[in-house]
T-cell receptor
Framework: AQSVTQPDIHITVSEGASLELRCNYS??????LFWYVQSPGQGLQLLLK??????LVQGIKGFEAEFKRSQSSFNLRKPSVHWSDAAEYFC????????????FGPGTSLSVIP | EAGVAQSPRYKIIEKRQSVAFWCNPI?????LYWYQQILGQGPKLLIQ????????DSQLPKDRFSAERLKGVDSTLKIQPAKLEDSAVYLC?????????????FGEGSRLTVL
């Protein structure tokens, strides 16, 4: 069965600073990886996804993530954080089995200091 | 295109009472998911439907939770009787096929408070 860990419960960065959110997964086969963002009181929105091919994927709002198979990681990055990026970020892994199961990590809460 | 609709948005009940949540997925989406999100945690998959059949309910507390998806369209999640630890946001999501589209589409959730 697949699982996801996000080592950082909460991160605080200054506006304009760079950001990296960590994600590690456990899955026996090639994973399908996602990052979702949840703003206060709102639903989950897909930021980006990795299925295959280029291990560096670009997403919306200036985010990118890099898949590193050797480290079982899929870290999310942004070169310059905006105050509006303050939210909860969830890494998720999908399993290509007989059905499409998606498991979410515990989340990392991001605060941005003006 | 209309999104995933959920109701009610908020519900407050006392323990041992029952509650039901409704979800209407995006038209044409064959896969429907119910997730439970406890405050400060990630969404936990409760049950997954493919059309009107259950493909995964391994995390569903079947002694108190039940769900159905009649006719493969909308779905209802029921809790009876509710416990304090059921206080959470219940998220419904749908997908045409995430392997093709790469995305689950989520509703805004139904927030349950059990007193």
């Amino acid at each position: 069965a697949q699982s996801v860990t996000q080592p950082d419960i909460h991160i605080t960065v200054s506006e304009g600073a760079s950001l990296e959110l960590r994600c590690n997964y456990s899955y026996g086969a090639t994973p399908y990886l996602f990052w979702y963002v949840q703003s206060p009181g709102q639903g989950l929105q897909l930021l980006l996804k990795y299925f295959s091919g280029d291990t560096l994927v670009q997403g919306i709002k200036g985010f990118e993530a890099e898949f590193k198979r050797s480290q079982s990681s899929f870290n999310l990055r942004k070169p310059s954080v905006h105050w509006s990026d303050a939210a909860e970020y969830f890494c998720a892994v999908g399993a290509k089995t007989s059905y499409d199961k998606v498991i979410f990590g515990p989340g990392t809460s991001l605060s941005v200091i003006p | 295109e209309a999104g995933v609709a959920q109701s009610p948005r908020y519900k407050i009940i006392e323990k041992r009472q029952s509650v039901a949540f409704w979800c209407n997925p995006i038209s044409g989406h064959a896969t429907l998911y119910w997730y439970q999100q406890i405050l400060g945690q990630g969404p936990k998959l409760l049950i997954q439907f493919q059309n009107n059949g259950v493909v995964d309910d391994s995390q569903l507390p079947k002694d108190r939770f039940s769900a159905e998806r009649l006719k493969g369209v909308d779905s209802t999640l029921k809790i009876q009787p509710a416990k304090l630890e059921d206080s959470a946001v219940y998220l419904c999501a749908s997908s045409l096929s995430w392997r093709n589209t790469g995305e689950l589409f989520f509703g805004e959730g139904s927030r349950l408070t059990v007193l």
